[in-house]
């Protein structure tokens, strides 16, 4: 390789080489990232007309989104979806963590159990738990019965269905975040676990000064992946509610997506996904900046 | 009573003998070196006091109070690790008032010994500073300070200096010392380098696959090893040990206490390992390699014929078929009929 590079043609014009080596993942990221971005940010400001020809339309799609009652109700959703899912599949993930990393029989099929939903493909995720919340045959209301309540029907009221979209969400990423605390649990320095050992007495002193500090980096990925998660994954949107009864339990995706391909108006969709992507690098951004000074990188 | 007291300690894994029926007394104020070759043991023995493992069979005791099956933080008993093992998110100050704060101390209280930790092992300067400021030395002082600002009466130490380079590692054997004796601590000590056991220990307890194989203090060790494994093991390099002609003993003499001379035993000198202040010699005699450590730079052709002598007082005797000490008569010895 050495040889090759330092060889004329090479010798003489090493950038383009250089541009040789970038180009498959310049191609790739280029016409699936770069190209879609900016053909949102343009379509978001101009639309085209049937003729073929663009019309300039300014600023009155994002005057839109801030009348638009459907996506308000979409972004307040998402926000109160995120609030809840994200700590509590996140506290879930390192609690399960914990337990499996200790010595207990059957460990690995406990953590095989944890970590099933994970395989399962959203979609498929949803379908089952289509037969938990299925207000006649469904489990949740034949469990119900047992005690005597009477069954409800969980996807079809304003006021459960979102909660029943969070109760999937946390089921499925819970396990999957485990993964990650379960890694990070088995490489801290068992040497650290031991001195924390003989130094405190209180379980709960060692996890809260100890294993949470050396845990931080693996935290904040998670948070950042969780969050990340609760405004992209709406698959089971399309399986439990559709966004309704009412719109209550529709998410900003889902509803960029109806506007795109339901009611075929692109720009729009396009002004929303630029809104969507502004505010998701503005809580990273802010994720990574709170967490500066309080994640200890080794 | 003894300030720690450990009886017929035991450890297996599966068929594995970590540990075999060890007993054994420490006096308070003791500095006690386990000394061994790696895989004897001593790491073990030291993690079972620790309360880190527990020992399959067998009882310990802290000024005569059973803590065999106590949690490693209440058995009053502080530890330094090899890797130090300082929390890398604390700083100097955090890590040594670690065990204080867990304890809940009075503040007041946790500053007096915080101030008198930091002094001893003058730290004074670095206290607001995070462990990966710290040079290695640092990191080790920092760990005898979280040791010290406990106030537990026993201390042990897993090879605590390990990671030093050489020059630091005499000077914090040297400190060490002097602050245990300064505090009077019990220190039970872990370390393969048989220099740390006899220049710091005032007992030093050799373990081999799970055995004591002696214990006692360094001068003891040395001048009257009970083994041919203890004998080998202590004093560098290793004792020479010969069969004598009529099988019944093995003859064991130091290299240093072997003199050259016009006559005596003959050899063929084979190899010259020149040291600096002393030169090692190895030389051959009925195919039984010896080797002698003299003074200086003294000028050999190799295959030179050299003559040994040795007193007396300086020969060991052992059991060829129990590998023990025994001590002959003077009637006996005349006897000994050397290769």
């Keep these: 390789m050495r040889n090759f590079l330092f060889t004329s043609p090479w010798r003489r014009q090493p950038w383009v080489f250089a541009w040789l080596c970038l180009l498959p993942a310049l191609t790739l990221l280029g016409a699936f990232t770069y190209l879609p971005v900016i053909n949102s940010i343009f379509s978001s400001f101009f639309s085209s007309t049937g003729s073929g020809s663009t019309l300039y339309t300014g600023f009155d799609n994002v005057h839109y989104l801030a009348d638009d009652p459907v996506f308000i109700k979409a972004l307040t959703n998402n926000a109160w979806y995120a609030l809840f899912t994200v700590p509590t599949s996140v506290i879930l993930a390192l609690t399960m963590a914990l337990w499996v990393n200790q010595k207990l029989k059957g460990r690995s099929f406990l953590r095989l159990g944890f970590f099933l939903p994970t395989l399962l493909p959203m979609v498929a995720a949803a379908n089952v738990w289509l037969f938990f919340y299925e207000p006649n045959i469904g489990l949740l209301n034949r469990f119900l019965s047992v005690f005597g309540i009477n069954g409800y029907n969980w996807l079809g009221d304003p006021d459960t269905s979102l909660g029943a979209l969070m109760m999937l969400t946390i089921w499925k990423e819970a396990g999957f975040f485990m993964i990650f605390y379960l890694a990070a649990l088995q490489s801290l320095p068992s040497d650290l676990i031991e001195a924390a050992r003989l130094e405190s007495p209180s379980r709960w002193y060692r996890f809260r000064k100890v294993v949470m500090p050396l845990l931080a980096p693996t935290t904040l990925f998670v948070l950042i992946n969780a969050l990340i998660n609760a405004f992209k994954l709406v698959d089971h949107l399309f399986i439990l509610t559709k966004g309704g009864p009412n719109n209550a339990s529709t998410l900003l995706l889902y509803y960029i997506y109806e506007t795109a391909f339901s009611y075929l108006d692109q720009p729009y969709a396009a002004t929303q996904t630029l809104f969507l992507l502004a505010v998701l690098a503005l809580v990273s951004a802010l994720q990574f900046a709170l967490s500066r000074n309080k994640v200890h990188y080794q | ?339």
Excluded at chain 2, 56 to 84: A, C, H, N, W
Aim: net charge negative.
């Design chain 2, 1 to 339: 009573m003894s300030e720690l007291e450990l009886r017929n300690i035991s450890k297996q894994w599966h068929e594995y003998k970590a540990l075999n029926d060890i007993s054994l007394r420490v006096e308070q104020g003791q500095f006690v070196a386990l000394l061994g070759p790696s895989g004897c043991g001593k790491t073990t023995l030291l993690r079972i006091l620790a309360g880190l493992e527990s020992p399959s069979s067998g009882q310990f005791f802290l000024k005569g109070q059973d803590i065999t099956d106590l949690e490693p933080s209440q058995r009053g008993i502080s530890m330094v690790f090899q890797s130090y093992a300082l929390f890398p998110h604390l700083s100097v100050n955090d890590n040594i008032l670690f065990g204080l704060k867990a304890r809940k101390l009075p503040k007041a209280e946790q500053q007096e010994r915080l101030k008198h930790a930091l002094a001893l092992v003058s730290l004074e300067a670095h206290q607001h500073k995070q462990p990966a400021e710290l040079s290695g030395g640092q990191c080790q002082r920092v760990a005898l300070a979280r040791a010290i600002v406990s106030q537990h009466p026993v201390c042990l130490m897993d090879e605590p200096l390990s990671n030093l380079d050489a020059k630091l590692r005499a000077q914090m054997r040297h400190e060490l010392r002097a602050l245990q004796q300064q505090l009077g601590l019990t220190v039970v000590y872990v370390t393969h380098d048989q220099v740390e056991a006899m220049s710091m220990a005032d007992q030093v307890v050799l373990l081999n696959q799970g055995n004591v194989e002696q214990c006692g203090s360094p001068h003891s060790l040395y001048q009257s090893p009970k083994t041919i494994f203890a004998a080998q093991f202590i004093g560098s390099p290793a004792m020479n040990i010969f069969r004598c002609h009529d099988h019944q003993y093995l003859l064991g003499i130091r290299p240093e206490d072997l003199s050259l001379a016009e006559h005596g035993l003959p050899c063929t000198l084979v190899k010259m390992d020149y040291q600096g202040d002393c030169t090692l010699l190895t030389a051959t005699y009925q195919e039984q390699s010896i080797c002698i450590k003299v003074a200086g730079a003294p000028q050999f052709r190799l295959g030179t014929q050299l003559y040994l002598q040795w007193s007396q007082q300086d020969c060991h005797y052992f059991c060829p078929q129990t590998k023990q000490r025994i001590s002959l008569t003077e009637k006996e010895i005349d006897y000994v009929d050397f290769a």
